[in-house]
Every structure is written in C-alpha cells, then in structure tokens.
T-cell receptor
Framework: AQSVAQPEDQVNVAEGNPLTVKCTYS??????LFWYVQYPNRGLQFLLK??????LVKGSYGFEAEFNKSQTSFHLKKPSALVSDSALYFC??????????????FGTGTRLQVFP | DTEVTQTPKHLVMGMTNKKSLKCEQH?????MYWYKQKAKKPPELMFV???????INESVPSRFSPECPNSSLLNLHLHALQPEDSALYLC?????????????FGPGTRLTVT
C-alpha cells in the first residue's frame, strides 16, 4: 500500500536560515510526490511535485524538493526562511495505480515555525 | 482565474437541519473533490467527480450527498449530521482525475454541528 510519513510534527527555524521539512514515502511503482502548504484557516496551496525527470524540483515561493530514490525521501527545502513561511506543510503521494481509484495520500503534516 | 470559491465560509447547523455547501471553479477543470479536514490533521478524501460523474466515494455516510450540476459547480448536501461531523470541508479541482495533475483547493467551509 502507498504511504507517506512526515517524521516531525514541528520544525522551528530562525528567519534567514535554511529550512528542511522531511518526507519519506513507500510506494509500489513510480512515485508521484507532492508538497502542499496550508496557512491558518485556509485551504491547501500546491507548492511543487515530482512525477519524473530531474531529482531537484523547484516550486512556488522559493521552495524546492529533492527526490531521493535510494532513501525514498522527498524533503522540502528553502535556502532562506521567511516569517511568512510559517504554516502547516503536507507531503502527499499518489495512492493507487488505476485511473478511477487514483487519489492523494497525505502525510500527517509538519508545522513550520519561523522566528524573527 | 486560478481560484476555487466555496460558500458559505462558516455554517452552524443543528442535527435535524438540511444545508448545502457550494463550490465553484472556472478553470475548465474536469475533476472536482470534496475533502473533510479535522483540526491539525490532513485532509481526508470524501468524493471525486470526473467529467461530472461520481468516480470515487470513500465510504462516506449517506447523510453527506454530493452533486455535480455542471462542470464548474460541486455541491455537498448535508442532512441529519452528527456533532463529530464538525470540521473544515474543502473543495478542490484539477485538470483531470489522474494524480499527476495538481489540485487547487478552495478556502473551505467551517462547519459546526450542534
């Protein structure tokens, strides 16, 4: 069965420092991986995805993620954190292999807190 | 226009009420979704519509009834809900149902069942 794990409930980082939010996955077949961000009392916003191609994926708001097949990881990174990046981050993986049962499986979420 | 809109933003209803949540997108997307999200938890998929037909029902209780009147609109009809149904209800859309397409989410309806 497809699954995704976010091992950290919360990540704290000082503004201007690099940040990493971790995600590992377990899939059969090719992984389709996504990162979404949720600000308080809002819906989710798409940040980036890995389907195929370059292992380093660049997304919105300066975020990027590195697909590592050997470590089955897809960590989200940003070189310099902003206070406005403080939010809840979800990693997600494709949940099935057939068209009419395709769905996203979300991780439990990681709260990112960026301190001034 | 890359926006998914949802109305109302907040809804308080009694257990005997009937109410509806509405979702609209004008991006030409052919797949639309309903999710339920409890506080500090990931969204849970409820229903998927693809080309206006119900494609996935994640064993949702019949007190939740989805409807897709046309390719831009998605409704969720609520009847005889329980207090544990209180949650944020999110609508999303994507270009197609294949998961390679990213989903665009609305801001959600915060539902409280009293």
């Amino acid at each position: 069965a497809q699954s995704v794990a976010q091992p950290e409930d919360q990540v704290n980082v000082a503004e201007g420092n690099p940040l990493t939010v971790k995600c590992t996955y377990s899939v059969s077949g090719n992984p389709y991986l996504f990162w979404y961000v949720q600000y308080p009392n809002r819906g989710l916003q798409f940040l980036l995805k890995y389907i195929t191609g370059d292992n380093l994926v660049k997304g919105s708001y300066g975020f990027e993620a590195e697909f590592n097949k050997s470590q089955t990881s897809f960590h989200l990174k940003k070189p310099s954190a902003l206070v406005s990046d403080s939010a809840l981050y979800f990693c997600a993986v494709r949940g099935a292999l057939s068209y009419n049962t395709d769905k996203l499986i979300f991780g439990t979420g990681t709260r990112l807190q960026v301190f001034p | 226009d890359t926006e998914v809109t949802q109305t109302p933003k907040h809804l308080v209803m009694g257990m005997t009420n009937k109410k509806s949540l509405k979702c609209e997108q004008h991006m030409g997307h052919r797949a639309m979704y309903w999710y339920k999200q409890k506080a500090k938890k990931p969204p849970e998929l409820m229903f998927v519509y693809s080309y206006e037909k119900l494609s996935i029902n994640e064993s949702v209780p019949s007190r939740f009834s989805p409807e897709c009147p046309n390719s831009s609109l998605l409704n969720l009809h609520l009847h005889a809900l329980q207090p544990e149904d209180s949650a944020l209800y999110l609508c999303a859309s994507s270009q197609g149902q294949a998961v390679s397409y990213e989903q665009y989410f609305g801001p959600g309806t915060r539902l409280t069942v009293t």
